[in-house]
């Protein structure tokens, strides 16, 4: 089957796009053509046999250990990782130009970086942040402080090793702070006068949840057209759900935002020292429902120390294991339905344009 990755605009000569793909080390594994549809002119970057060899099904959570890459301390590694695995996936991933496929890979390999730095408490009702930054309000969340910089305020908040604290976090607020973290990066560069636009935004109300979503990502993927279940691209923001209908109802509990960091790997934001598998993370999700408890006011609540036990004893039997992989590794049931569907989401999230005139 062949599968379209990259659809570019017309401003792109073929010659120049086969250059850019010799520059980033893809050319052994792609085609590129240029074809037209409904009078748009466009280039197509897509995955050959010896690509979709390496990553059957388009499972590319093996791709970095197959081909030899150091994705996670080489940026050339982690470029080569990006664009092989967007080629191989069946969802399109469309950029109106060169400029901006370069964005999202910079973008993304930023992302990945600080995705690895990152580690925060678990806590969705936390009001924590570095106090030279940030001050909370009442209906408009953190507000970054007049003169101060909303890339450092981020990643203060997101990174011990250089705050020396833990500050307390959603999986939600920290996929947000992490993904604006890379896009404010990207902006200085390409667009400085958006980032401008954003920083003052921050400093009168923070973008959250849906209005941060439609504001500055794109999710793709669908019903129709859903990513594979191991098909993840590094620098994706991935939401698994919690497919049991009465653990769900714990706040926080609902499901859990990650990123994809490349080489199979997702952030575990609680312990940046044991980042996820996909199978790892399926299995958490799946204990969930064994951990429930009140606590002393009679609010409802995860043991996560349960949870981990579980895990282990799962880990250590195949049939248990299987089972649970069984039950988790299907496609997730929509919003509000729990029947037969397991974790794994449709859709993934990723960054809109960002150069001046972007449409999206």
Known sequence: MQIVTALISNELFLDGIRTWCDKVGVSPYVEISQEHKDEIQFIRIYANDSLHKLCQHADTSRLA???????????PDMALEIVLSMAVSPVIFDFSSLNELEANIRMRINLSGL???????FDTNGLSRPEAYWIHVIDNGFILKEGASLVDGIERALCPDISGEHFSFSCQRA?????????AIELSLS???KLKEIEQQWRKKALVADDFLNTFLLEIGSSVTPFPMRCYVPGDRVWFKNPDDFSSNVKGYEGSWVIYMGGGLFTNLWDKSKPYTLETKCLEIYHWRYGVREDKLGRLEINEDLVRELVGQTLSSPMKLQNCIDTMMKYRDPQGVYEDGGCIDLTR???KGVYPGHNN
Do not use: Q, V
């Not at 250990?65 to 940026?75: N, P, R, V």
């Not at 995705?115 to 408490?121: G, I, V």
């Not at 992490?178 to 896009?183: K, T």
């Open 175 to 183: 996929t947000e702070y992490l993904m604006l973290h890379s896009l």
């Open 115 to 121: 995705a690895r730095r990152a580690e925060l408490n």
């Open 65 to 75: 250990l197959s081909l030899g890459l150091f994705s996670e301390s080489s940026a």
């Open 349 to 351: 999230d990723t960054f």
């Open 191 to 193: 667009n400085p006068a």
